[in-house]
Structures are given as C-alpha cells and as structure tokens.
T-cell receptor, first 116, second 114 residues
Framework: DAMVIQNPRYQVTQFGKPVTLSCSQT?????MYWYQQKSSQAPKLLFH???????NEADTPDNFQSRRPNTSFCFLDIRSPGLGDAAMYLC???????????????FGPGTRLLVL | QQQVKQSPQSLIVQKGGISIINCAYE??????FPWYQQFPGKGPALLIA?????SEKKEGRFTISFNKSAKQFSLHIMDSQPGDSATYFC?????????????FGQGTTLQVKP
C-alpha cells in the first residue's frame, strides 16, 4: 500500500562523507520533490523534477544534488555533508499538470540523517 | 512576501474542545491553501484544502475558514481527540506552471489532553 517509499529511514554518515538517499513511488506521478525539514521547522523545498526536467530552488546549496533515472525513482545526493545538514529529508510526489499549483502532494515517511 | 505566518507555535486543548490554528499570507497570487498533518516520524499528509473562491470548507470535524480580504485562513478542529495530537502545517501555493510549489507555515504542535 505504500505509495511513496524512502530508504533508508535512518542514515548516519560522517562529516564530509558523501551520502545518497532514495525515494520511490508507485503512483506514477510526474513530479517528485525533495524537502529538508529540520527539527521543529517547516519542510523547505530543495528541488523538484517534472519528468526529467530539474528545478533547483535558488537557495539550495550546491552540496545537494539530485538524480531521477526513471519515473519511479529519485535520489538525493549530499556530496560533503556538514553538521548543519542533519535533518529529516522528505520526498513527495504530485501528478503534475495544468493545475499543478493546486495538487495534493503525497509525502513519504522521510529519512532522518545524522552527521557525526 | 513569499512567507506564510502561522500561530500559535503550540497548542494544548482538552478532549472535546475546539482547536484553532491561524495563518496569514502576503502574496495575493497564492490560490491554493492546504493544511497538512504530521505525526512524529512520519511525513506530512494532506488534511484539508481550500481555494480562495470559497470562505469555508468543512470535512468532518475539520473546517477551514478563509478571509481573502484579510489574507488569513484558519483551521478549526471540532471535538478535538487525543488522536489529533500532531503537528499541523498550513501552506500556500501558486499554480505556477505545471507543478505546485508549497510554502509552508512554521507549524503548530497540538496536544489534546484526555
């Protein structure tokens, strides 16, 4: 029944050691989003894909990259994690279309990243 | 101008009471206002949403009131239950192109006491 799946649920990495977070979806949605959510804060959009079109938020650090090899999968790569990158990373999807701004976004359970 | 301001930051309500969370925005281009509910360790899930052409939307115990002139909207939870204890985020979106960019409020942690 899971529609947006994130793996792993918990990830521990070392300062500066590259890490990849995974998201997959069974909804066949066109749009996939990555959000960063720090403790007691709102989710903050990092970037999103409409199909293969990548859209980066202006304030997303270069340290964060993303790949979407196919409709179902999307990856978040953190090239050199710093202590400030410790957060919950949420993947979300939406159908995409003319009324994209009014669509429901479906969130995964998140991956909690700890940087040592 | 892209911000959505949410209050209160935390809320404690007795079982059966009414929980009220308020949000305000500046950008008049926003045309979709969803509320998301997030339980600890889970991702946010859509609770209820409203478009600015209506002033109120009700789904079960949850009601959104929308005041376009004041640029404010609020979530009312009637007959609040302990199972409603969660963090609630209001959000706003513009229908820019074919994707939706959500601007979230800061969140309200609701605790409903038995």
């Amino acid at each position: 029944d899971a529609m947006v799946i994130q793996n792993p649920r918990y990830q521990v990495t070392q300062f500066g050691k590259p890490v990849t977070l995974s998201c997959s979806q069974t909804l066949n949605h066109n749009v996939m989003y990555w959000y960063q959510q720090k403790s007691s804060q709102a989710p903050k959009l990092l970037f999103h894909y409409y199909d293969k079109d990548f859209n980066n938020e202006a304030d997303t650090p270069d340290n964060f990259q993303s790949r979407r090899p196919n409709t179902s999968f999307c990856f978040l790569d953190i090239r050199s994690p710093g202590l400030g990158d410790a957060a919950m990373y949420l993947c979300a999807t939406s159908r995409g279309g003319l009324a994209g701004g009014q669509e429901t976004q479906y969130f995964g359970p998140g991956t909690r990243l700890l940087v040592l | 101008q892209q911000q959505v301001k949410q209050s209160p930051q935390s809320l404690i309500v007795q079982k059966g009471g009414i929980s009220i969370i308020n949000c305000a925005y500046e950008n008049t281009a926003f045309d979709y206002f969803p509320w998301y509910q997030q339980f600890p360790g889970k991702g946010p899930a859509l609770l209820i949403a409203i478009r600015p052409d209506v002033s109120e939307k009700k789904e079960g115990r949850f009601t959104i009131s929308f005041n376009k002139s004041a640029k404010q909207f609020s979530l009312h939870i009637m007959d609040s239950q302990p199972g409603d204890s969660a963090t609630y985020f209001c959000a706003a979106s513009t229908g820019s192109g074919n994707t939706g960019k959500l601007i979230f409020g800061q969140g309200t942690t609701l605790q409903v006491k038995p």
